[in-house]
């Protein structure tokens, strides 16, 4: 599975940016799709996760801001980022996982090279 992000950039506080991932893969619709960032010197922090079903799960942290979509037509994951904050600065990966569905880094065996965002 190749995944290759798109979508990040440079943002004022309180802006919005939406974040898309495509995956090239005959059965995009069965995997969990994930959006997984990393602040310098930090670990990796799941922030929003889909399962094939469209259910979805959030970090606490970006609840309430962040809304994770699929398109299983197009092999496409978007994050909708709204009301960002400076502690939102990260590189954001796509991921993919093929069973378990979460926010853990560890569950997802698949990762694009991430698009950087950043909230100043």
């Known amino acids: 599975v190749q995944l290759v992000e798109s979508g990040g950039g440079s943002v004022q506080p309180g802006g919005s940016l939406r974040l898309s991932c495509k995956a090239s893969?005959?059965?995009?619709?069965?995997?969990?799709m994930g959006w997984i960032r990393q602040a310098p010197g930090k670990e990796r922090e799941g922030v929003a996760a889909i399962d094939s079903d469209g259910n979805t799960a959030y970090a606490d942290s970006v609840k309430g801001r962040f809304t994770i979509s699929r398109d299983n037509n197009k092999n496409t994951v978007s994050l909708q980022m709204e009301s960002l904050k400076s502690e939102d600065t990260a590189l954001y990966y796509c991921?993919?996982?093929?069973?378990?569905?979460?926010?853990?880094?560890?569950?997802?065996?698949?990762w694009g090279q991430g698009t950087q965002v950043t909230v100043s």
């Open positions: 991921a993919a996982a093929r069973s378990y569905c979460g926010l853990s880094s560890a569950l997802y065996n698949f």
């Open positions: 893969t005959y059965a995009y619709s069965m995997y969990c």
